[in-house]
C-alpha cells in the first residue's frame, strides 16, 4: 500500500488511574513567592483535587442513601465527597488530642510529602536535660474519632481537616462530622481544672502554680491574724452572697486592693517589695480552690494595652463566678489604657461573680479612678514592713527550715538577734540575707573583717557573724536614696505606636488558643502529647524557630 493510500490514524493517550492529589506541590508551588495570605488557595486546591466528586453525596454500596449506617459497622467509610474545615491548630490541637488516646493519628507519606524543622531545646535548668523538637510545616495524617474517619492536612498552624460529606450538607460545609470532633477536643481541653489561668500577653494554664498555690497555707502566712480572718470572710462571703446581691438590685462584684507601707527613708512612694502581698495572694487562691464549690483563679501579670485588658475581661466573664488578680495594677492602668479598662471594670458587659483583687507597689501612681473611687475596689489592706515580732517569726521559720542540716548550728536565741538588727526589711530583703549568708556558708567563707574585736557571745556561732555582716550590707540598700523602680518609666505609649514587643508576641500563636466562639481563651498541649505514628509527639521548637520569622516576611508585614 503506497503512502498516499495509507489510512488515517488516531493517537491513542496511555490510559489509567490518575497520579494521586499531592498538596505538597501546591504548598511548594505557592510558599516560593507571590503572597503570604495562602489559606484560601489551600482550601481552593483541596476542592479541586477530585473536582468529579463534587455532587450529590455517595454512601457505602450496601447502605441506602435514605438509611442510616449499619450501626454495627466498625468505622464509617469515607466514599463520599469530602467536606474541608480550616482550624487553627493553636486554637484545637488535634495532634495532641490524640495523642492523650482519645483519637488515632497515624503520619501518611504515601500519597504526599512531609516537612518539618527538627531541633533541639535547651533545658530551662542547667541541671536539666533539654529535649528534642519539631516544628511541622506540612503533613497529612489519616484521622480517626468516634468511629469517624478524617484526612487532616497540617500546613504552618493551619488544620485542613476533611470530613465525608453527608446527605443534607452544603458542599461548602460546615461538616457535622467535624464539628462534634472539635467540640470533643475543645471539652477535653477544659477538663482540666487543676490549673491556674495566667495571662501574660496571652493566656495559658499554668499546673505549676497551681502545684505552688496548693502549698500555700495562712498558717505559713506572716500577717496580723486580723487581716487573715477578714480577708478570708470577706472573700467567702462574696461568692455565698449571690442572691443577696440580686435582692438588692446591684452588680455581683467586688474589688479588693493590696498595697504596701510607705517607708520614710526610702526614696520612691512607697516601701521595697516583699511584704507578704504575693504569699497572700496564693492562700486565698487555695482558699478558694478548697471550697466546696471551688472557684478559679485568673492571675493577670503584663496586659499592658487595651485590647490585653478586653481579653483578660473576656476570659474572666467566661469563668464567672472566679477571682481576677491584676498583679502591678497601675502597669495595666495607664493614661492610654484608662478609659478602656474603666468601661470593662464598671461592667459595659456582665461582669456578675468577678471578685477583682489588685496589687500594687506606687499607690501614689495610680490613678485615682481606681485608689479612690469606692464603687471598683471599696477596701484597701495595707501590707506594712514586718516588725520585729514578725521578723522574728520569719527567722524562726528559716530555723525550722534548716533544722536537718548538721553543718549549720541556728540556736534559738539568734531569730530575735536576726530580727533586731534588721529593722525596715521586708520579708523580701530578709530572704536574701538569708541566702546570701547560706551561699557563703557553702563556700567556706567569711566576708568579715577578723581584726574587728567584738565581745558579741553570739560571735561564736559562725551562722551569726556571716549573717550581720550581709545584714550591714543590704541595710545600705534599704536606706540608698537611690530608687531604682520610681527612676524607670514603664508603658510610655506614643499615640499610634503600638507597644515594643506586642507585634512579635501577638504572632506566637502556639501559645493562644481560643476556644470556639472565640470567648474562652485554651492552652498549649502539645508540649505534652504523643502520637501513634512516631510514638512521641515532640516539643514545639523555641518560637525564635517559628518559619514565618524566616519566609516571605516582607509579605507577611504588608498582610498586617
Not at 545600705?476 to 537611690?482: P, T, Y
Amino acid at each position: 500500500m503506497s503512502a498516499h493510500e495509507m489510512e488515517p490514524f488516531t493517537l491513542v493517550e496511555e490510559t489509567g488511574h490518575p497520579a494521586p492529589y499531592r498538596m505538597f506541590d501546591n504548598v511548594v508551588d505557592l510558599t516560593s513567592g507571590k503572597t503570604a495570605d495562602h489559606d484560601l488557595s489551600y482550601l481552593q486546591a483541596l476542592r479541586e483535587a477530585n473536582p468529579d466528586m463534587i455532587g450529590k453525596p455517595s454512601f457505602p454500596p450496601h447502605v441506602s442513601s435514605r438509611e442510616n449506617p449499619d450501626p454495627e459497622q466498625e468505622l464509617t467509610v469515607p466514599t463520599s465527597p469530602h467536606l474541608v474545615t480550616a482550624i487553627p491548630s493553636y486554637n484545637l490541637p488535634l495532634r495532641a488530642f490524640a495523642a492523650a488516646g482519645l483519637a488515632t493519628c497515624t503520619l501518611d507519606t504515601t500519597t504526599d510529602s512531609f516537612a518539618s524543622f527538627r531541633g533541639f531545646n535547651g533545658p530551662t535548668r542547667r541541671a536539666d536535660h533539654g529535649t528534642l523538637a519539631e516544628t511541622v510545616h506540612f503533613a497529612k495524617y489519616q484521622y480517626t474519632w468516634s468511629l469517624e474517619n478524617f484526612i487532616v492536612y497540617l500546613v504552618a498552624n493551619v488544620q485542613y481537616v476533611l470530613a465525608s460529606r453527608r446527605e443534607g450538607e452544603d458542599v461548602f460545609g460546615p461538616s457535622a462530622a467535624t464539628d462534634s470532633l472539635m467540640q470533643a477536643v475543645g471539652g477535653w481541653l477544659l477538663s482540666d481544672e487543676e490549673v491556674v489561668w495566667v495571662y501574660d500577653r496571652y493566656w495559658t494554664r499554668s499546673k505549676g502554680l497551681y502545684r505552688e498555690v496548693m502549698k500555700a497555707d495562712w498558717g505559713k502566712v506572716i500577717l496580723d491574724e486580723r487581716v487573715k480572718k477578714d480577708l478570708t470572710g470577706v472573700t467567702n462571703k462574696f461568692f455565698d452572697s449571690k442572691g443577696v446581691y440580686e435582692d438588692l438590685g446591684v452588680p455581683w462584684k467586688r474589688g479588693l486592693l493590696f498595697r504596701r507601707e510607705k517607708l520614710m527613708c526610702w526614696d520612691g512612694p512607697d516601701g521595697p517589695p516583699g511584704n507578704g502581698k504575693t504569699i497572700s495572694i496564693k492562700a486565698l487562691m487555695h482558699t478558694l480552690l478548697d471550697r466546696e464549690d471551688p472557684i478559679p483563679t485568673l492571675y493577670v501579670r503584663n496586659a499592658p494595652q487595651t485590647y490585653d485588658i478586653s481579653r483578660v475581661f473576656s476570659q474572666a466573664r467566661a469563668l464567672s463566678p472566679c477571682m481576677l488578680i491584676l498583679e502591678d495594677v497601675e502597669t495595666i492602668v495607664t493614661p492610654q489604657t484608662r478609659s478602656y479598662f474603666f468601661n470593662e471594670m464598671d461592667g459595659l458587659e456582665n461582669n456578675d461573680g468577678l471578685f477583682i483583687v489588685a496589687s500594687t507597689n506606687f499607690l501614689e501612681r495610680l490613678d485615682t479612678g481606681l485608689s479612690k473611687r469606692p464603687s471598683r475596689f471599696d477596701r484597701k489592706y495595707l501590707f506594712p514592713l514586718p516588725n520585729e515580732h514578725e521578723r522574728t517569726l520569719y527567722c524562726e521559720y528559716w530555723r525550722h527550715k534548716l533544722a536537718s542540716n548538721k553543718a549549720i548550728e541556728f540556736p534559738k536565741q539568734l531569730s530575735p538577734a536576726m530580727a533586731h538588727i534588721t529593722p525596715h526589711f521586708s520579708f523580701a530583703f530578709l530572704q536574701e540575707c538569708f541566702v546570701a549568708t547560706l551561699l557563703i556558708l557553702a563556700r567556706q567563707e567569711e566576708d568579715l573583717d577578723e581584726t574587728v574585736v567584738d565581745h558579741d557571745e553570739l560571735n561564736e556561732y559562725e551562722l551569726w557573724r556571716v549573717f550581720r555582716s550581709q545584714a550591714d550590707i543590704l541595710r545600705k540598700e534599704v536606706e540608698s536614696k537611690e530608687e531604682r523602680e520610681s527612676s524607670t518609666v514603664t508603658n510610655v505609649l506614643m499615640p499610634g505606636n503600638p507597644l515594643a514587643g506586642a507585634y512579635r508576641a501577638s504572632r506566637q500563636p502556639s501559645s493562644r488558643l481560643s476556644a470556639v466562639g472565640g470567648k474562652t481563651e485554651l492552652p498549649s498541649l502539645l508540649a505534652h502529647a504523643r502520637t501513634e505514628d512516631t510514638g512521641k509527639l515532640l516539643p514545639a521548637l523555641s518560637a525564635q524557630f517559628d518559619k514565618s520569622e524566616h519566609i516571605n516576611e516582607t509579605a507577611y508585614e504588608m498582610r498586617i
